[in-house]
């Protein structure tokens, strides 16, 4: 089973917003896919496209970003369940300066 999900970061200036997406084993905790990108069908094609090979035909616990539904299909596919990840990219936000929001910092 797998948990997805992306984090927002800014290459140069502000206007040019860069997404981290990442994949996370929820038995393990592991990251196993990441890919950098633009929020949208492209990046979800890409994220999905890091993975190994045992994690194509696992379920995917996502939120309700609608370009992932273009890349999971039918019962692989569960909106909700990603406790794991969203801690995961808060302490990412918390430790990496570059990625801390402006409402945070």
Not at 20 to 35: E, K, N, P, S, Y
Not at 37 to 64: E, F, I, K, M, N
């Amino acid at each position: 089973m797998l948990d997805c999900d992306e984090v927002c970061t800014f290459a140069r200036s502000h206007q040019r917003p860069l997404w981290i997406w990442l994949a996370m084993d929820r038995h393990t905790r592991r990251i196993v896919g990441c890919f950098l990108g633009p929020r949208d069908t492209l990046g979800a094609y890409g994220l999905w496209h890091s993975l190994q090979t045992p994690y194509p035909d696992a379920v995917c616990h996502t939120d309700r970003l609608a370009a992932y539904k273009s890349v999971v299909f039918g019962r692989l596919h569960r909106i909700g369940g990603t406790q794991h990840m969203e801690r995961f990219n808060a302490t990412l936000r918390a430790r990496l300066a570059h990625l801390v929001r402006r409402s945070l910092s």
